[in-house]
Nanobody
Framework: QVQVAESGGGLVQAGGSLRLVCVVS????????MGWYRQAPGKQRQFVAA???????TYVDSVKGRFTISRENTENRVYLEMNNLKPEDTAVYYC?????????WGKGTLVTVSS
């Protein structure tokens, strides 16, 4: 059974940094894509960043230059380095992973940025 687990969330002041970690376990194959989404209170889930096979990385415009997604070689593990955090980055951050047309999601980790 494939499981996705996020960690690294917490409370940080504006301008601070956090690193989120997503680990996919239980899959005999590497994921073709892994990414981060977030959902703020009262808002829809929003794409944040993604890594795809071939080391392709994409970001939503609002985090470009501040967030960096990276994948650990040969591991189903991705990181989201978040710098210069802003109060509007406050949300539950979810990790998603895809392989062979299937999607797997974690339960999320809360990031709170105080002003």
């Amino acid at each position: 059974q494939v499981q996705v687990a996020e960690s690294g969330g917490g409370l940080v002041q504006a301008g601070g940094s956090l690193r989120l970690v997503c680990v996919v376990s239980g899959s005999p194959l590497p994921m073709n894509a892994m990414g981060w989404y977030r959902q703020a209170p009262g808002k829809q889930r929003q794409f944040v960043a993604a890594w795809r096979h071939g080391d392709l990385k994409t970001y939503v415009d609002s985090v470009k230059g501040r967030f960096t997604i990276s994948r650990e070689n040969t591991e189903n593990r991705v990181y989201l380095e978040m710098n210069n955090l802003k109060p509007e980055d406050t949300a539950v951050y979810y990790c998603g992973a895809g392989q062979s047309g299937m999607e797997f999601w974690g339960k999320g980790t809360l990031v709170t940025v105080s002003s």
